[in-house]
């Protein structure tokens, strides 16, 4: 089955540590994109990547990092620059257009030790 | 820019009845509206999508409605069954752009 893989599903990260998130598709979308959700809240874009070896930041990209060196992946880095990081963590993908729907994996859920 | 926003953030109704979430959005420029259903503990799940040279647009057992005018659209679930209990997003995107702008969500719980 097609999909969009993210893990670990749960995350604990010490404090002044970095850690990254995977996401991995086997759908062949060119475009790839970080979430954040905080608990009650929409999403939150983080970065997005519209083809390999280039990405963009979103609203929210202080404290992240990420790279694009293959079309399936996408890891996501939270650096110990960002002071909140407790979250919901979503990667998504979609073909290339305009008028195209986001897929998204289940998430990866990051907590603060 | 733009802002997506949900007009409650909780609907409850009976099972077997229809539901209808509403949704605004502030950029006369959006051109692009996709609903999402987001079960606990897992990623939202598209559920229907419609541009904005279309009023209506329909699926198994949901409707999307946009008004332009008002800049609202509305997402109609048919004979609701508790599997659709969720949380539902709007989201759009503004001509041109690359980013989907969220909403804050709806609760919907259906009872039995």
């Known amino acids: 089955d097609g999909g969009i893989t993210q893990s670990p599903k749960y995350l604990f990260r010490k404090e002044g540590q970095n850690v990254t998130l995977s996401c991995e598709q086997n759908l062949n979308h060119d475009a790839m994109y970080w979430y954040r959700q905080d608990p009650g809240q929409g999403l939150r874009l983080i970065y997005y990547s519209q083809i390999v070896n280039d990405f963009q930041k979103g609203d929210i990209a202080e404290g992240y990092s990420v790279s694009r060196e293959k079309k399936e992946s996408f890891p996501l880095t939270v650096t110990s620059a960002q002071k909140n990081p407790t979250a919901f963590y979503l990667c998504?993908?979609?073909?290339?257009?305009?008028?195209?729907?986001?897929?998204f994996g289940d998430g990866t859920r990051l907590s603060i030790l | 820019g733009e802002s997506v926003g949900l007009h409650l953030p909780t609907l409850s109704v009976q099972e077997g009845d229809n539901s209808i979430i509403n949704c605004a959005y502030s950029n006369s420029a959006s051109d692009y509206f996709i609903w999402y259903k987001q079960e606990s503990g897992k990623g939202p799940q598209f559920i229907i999508d419609?541009?904005?040279?279309?009023d209506k647009r329909q699926g198994q057992r949901v409707t999307v409605l946009l008004n332009k005018t008002v800049k609202h659209l509305s997402l109609q679930i048919a004979a609701t069954q508790p599997g659709d209990s969720a949380v539902y997003f709007c989201?759009?995107?503004?001509?041109?752009?690359?980013?989907?702008?969220f909403g804050q969500g709806t609760r919907l719980t259906i009872n039995p």
């Open positions: 998504a993908s979609s073909p290339r257009g305009t008028y195209q729907p986001q897929h």
């Open positions: 419609i541009r904005s040279n279309m």
């Open positions: 989201a759009s995107i503004i001509q041109g752009a690359q980013k989907l702008v």
